[in-house]
């Protein structure tokens, strides 16, 4: 039974649902090192999802559904920025209110386009790469061939060094931990903060562009939390790219863990526990103290 | 000698008040020069300006005899100007290196190219005595070396005016003169550095010019050597101020506050206070001297019932207090001015109402069974107000938005109102001015004469000078001295301070 469990479908199971963690987390993760609380990312995955949808059925071009998504989340997350860099509303509230706003826009344009208060017509999937091994498993090379994964492995080590080893990177902390100190050095505390949250726009918007391809279509509120638990990521990962990247795994890992086991005769109310106790565990256990940026969440205010 | 700044006739308000009334100072290239005023005398505003943080509603700026335009941080560091804010404006997860090239990075392929900087602020370090771990957390270094940390930065960004906002206020005497050494270097270098501070020995000691501002507006500029810290308090307070404190002979009566053979270790495990003993009469001021970081705050803690001694008794007026709950030992007679007044003296974003009956909040007087009584409160905040001079008079105003000195009042008030018979005052006039000073000592004398028994620590050996009528010197969390009267020399205290007197003999005894 547990070579059944473990096979590499399971495998694919998990990095599938790992993702679009994944890509909204580092984006959490952006957003938050420059001191702007991102709970929008459930919407901007949202928006993203609905926009790569749309690209991609009127163009038939899968890259630009892909560039679409990417749109769809920048533009949302420019909304959250405006609100919460230049007007200093509260972050959670500016968050809260796009989400409700993603789930109506779409749902009405859905209607339009689509006549369909449920889902969309049905998309093409993103083309592969051929990688030559594993090819007697359609499936999984479909998946570890799709260019979006392998986009996030590439993007997951890249943000670990831009956010440790760059200027960028520096300044983005500093700005998040004390925007006074950066100012002080000449550093516009504003210009760097839109540069977490729209960075945060693209790579969700790239989460939900990957869920719409995966599902081959958009349907209703198809982000279905992950925005939350990406940030529950980023948390467990302690803001850090690669660790909210490893938080992530665990979560997809704990969840296709649940899809596996349901047809296993185990009550199903154990089974869907094992994501929310596996959560429980790593947090209480194993992770420590996470400390969040310094001026997270705290609009900087230049003359007081 | 040519001016290094100009600030001609400038004007800032916010919104109720004029912060600077055109205001007009020249500093002279490659001079010190201090700039001395009570808090909020706008000092720090008008160095703020300078440094691009504020815009001026009026006035110019002339920096090496041309006419700028500064309008952002930015602005001011491309000019040559550098500033350590009295409130470091550091980014503590960040290494001291990270922290010093911040904004001036030195890349190579997008990547920081950390190793070549670290060689240059290596060599600008130990040219102007700047020791500092370069890879350690600021964090996790003490404020003496997060200055240091500030004045490199200043220096790394090729700043030739440096502005330092009261840096002596967090520093312990010995750091001070240390401070005052790298001072000297980087005039010797032809910098120009402006002081701002009201410690009038540190003017006197270091400074070529001085400037007094009061009230928004510079009311006296003078050099040096041609004045004295009399004259100077007279213009920064606007009348006479005592520089010593005035009290009568102790009238002690029998021991109040006895503290018998404690042992305190802490969570590293570390042995902080080392069976020490001591006593206080009612009536008296005991001064405990030492240099900081020698258990001087875990013992007012452990008396305050903040901490709880490992061994060892505690008694006020013949009561046990050890293993009591802060709030119990309220009750039992104690007052407390705690060292970190932000930390722990106050409740930061609350009004001065409010702060003004912390631990008192449940008596009857404050409150009925359910709710407040909101006018007692405001009433007893009025009276406090007028009787310890708090500005603003309003008991509705933020202690955050007070200066020092008055959130220092506030905590003295609410302490001195709950009628106790001990009083441990840590660090009473830490960042006070000196109106605010001479009002403090004045109470803590008061006090005394009132037949309470005071415990002062403080780092200030001028303080515990004049107010102490007993001196006990704390060096590795053991009593290694006590004087009978104040009669003692600085450097007499300086020498059990260090550990190079009266130890040995302790250690013998002790181990």
Redesign the interface.
Known sequence: MISQIFSLAFLAQTIRITVPYSLASLGGVYSERGGVVNIALEGIILNGAFCATVGTYYTGSALFGVICGIAGGLLTALIHAVVSIHIKADQIISGIAINLFAVGITKFVLEILFHSSSNSDRIPGLPHIHLGFIENQPDVARLLGNPLVLLTIIIVIASQ?IIF???FG??L??VG??P????????SVTLYRYYGVLISGVLAGLAGAWLAFDQHSFTDGMSAGRGYIALAAMIVGKWNPLGAAAACLLFGFAESLQIQLQGAGLPTQFIQMIPYVATIIVLAGFIGKA?AP?ADGVPYE??K | MPYAIELLNITKR?ARTVANDNVTLRVQSGSIHALVGENGAGKTTLMETL?G??QPDAGKIRIHEKEVSIR???DS?TLGIG?V?QH???????TVL??I?????T?SH???DLRKTTAEISELASRFGLSVPLTEKVENIGVGTQQRVEIL?AIY?KADILVLDEPTAVLTPQESVQLFRILSELKEEGKTIVLITHKLNEVMAISDHVSVMRKGKIVGEVETARTTPQDLAQMMVGRPVLLRVEKGEKKPGGPMLVVNDVSYVDRRGIGVLKNLSVEIASGEILGIAGVEGNGQSQLAECIAGLLKPTSGSITIDGIQIVGLTAHEVFARGLAHVPEDRIKRGLVIDMNIKENMILGMHAQQRFSSRLALNRKAITENARLLITKFDVRPMDPEAIARGLSGGNQQKVIIARELSRNAQVIVASQPTRGVDIGGIEFIHRTLVQARDSGKAVLLVSADLNEILSLSDRIAVMYGGRIVKVFPDNKVEESELGLYMTGSKGNAAQEAQGD
């Open positions: 060094f080893k760059t200027r520096l300044r902390r500093a931990e004390n006074e100190a950066a100012d002080t050095v000449g550093i400390v310094g230049k003359e | 916010f440094y943080l504020y952002t941080p930015h560091i500033m804010h470091f404006m550091l980014v503590p997860p960040l990270e922290n090239v911040l904004g001036a990075e890349t997008a990547l920081l930065k960004r």
